[in-house]
């Protein structure tokens, strides 16, 4: 059963803000776009420049498919401990939310 006397959501709320500021100071450090694929090139050999750069493009590019999805099942998944807190009788399941959230995105 679900305990709100221990509540992680302090500490989540911290590691979230800090995760935000590290990456916002990854991009302020390549202010490019394709910052990744440029600082490859710069620090790489020559010869391995190209497939370097091709493969940190294809990594950027699933990284942020990735994001993209898990950004929306964890909004779900935030929506459903309100609910399971505020009405510990309902039975709410997180793929109504996401369900929600990926038909307003539409």
Known sequence: MFQTEHSPSLFVAV???L???SLAEYCTIWPTAGGQQYYTQAVSTLALRPIL???VG???LVGE????SSCALNSAQI???FVEVTHPEYDWKVIL???V???NRC
């Open 101 to 103: 959230q990926q038909l």
């Open 19 to 21: 995760l935000m500021t």
């Open 97 to 99: 939310s996401l369900r």
């Open 58 to 60: 294809w990594a950027v």
């Open 79 to 81: 929506i459903e401990s």
């Open 15 to 17: 590691g979230q803000t």
């Open 65 to 68: 498919i990735s994001t993209g």
């Open 53 to 55: 750069s091709y493969l």
